[in-house]
């Protein structure tokens, strides 16, 4: 199974990129870690695949959960945007804000890429496609298959290992 992770879009304000929508038509599905901004965004990579998003600080007048939890291929992912909660930084509330911790926690806001383990746990933020704080438009494509695990950055330099 294939999953497009991104987060931070930023929309109507800035359009999508052509990477983000060809990697959303090779998904299962997406998933969305907030910060959407608009239900045209929302559309777009809905006409796409099947979308999962959260609630992001920015995401004023949409109906979004604050958190999520997505079962696929045999594992457990935990949707957030990560401005919420107790932590010192943002991948800290990330991670607190699942218990029991899924397989995988993913989150947004910082617009800055992670990929990390914490214990059997992964966290992962996959940038922003849009305004990157870390100076690369990014978002990850996760492959999962009776359990198991792999992740791939995409982005507007082209793919390559997470």
Known sequence: MR???TAD???PRHLLPLWLLEAATAADFVLHAGDVCDRDTLGQLAALAPVYAVQGNRDLGLSLPERLTVGAAGISIGLVHG???PGGDT???AWRSFQPQPDVVV???SHRHL???RGAC???NPGSPTSPKDGRP???VLEASDGRIAWRRIGAQGGGDA
Do not use: C, D, K, N
Request: charged fraction near 15%; proline fraction near 4%; hydrophobic fraction near 45%.
């Open 9 to 11: 879009t930023h929309g």
């Open 3 to 5: 999953i497009l992770v």
């Open 91 to 93: 991948p800290e509330r």
């Open 83 to 85: 401005h919420l909660g």
């Open 115 to 117: 990929l990390e383990r």
């Open 138 to 140: 990014s978002a990850l």
């Open 107 to 109: 989150f947004g806001h």
């Open 122 to 124: 992964w966290l992962a």
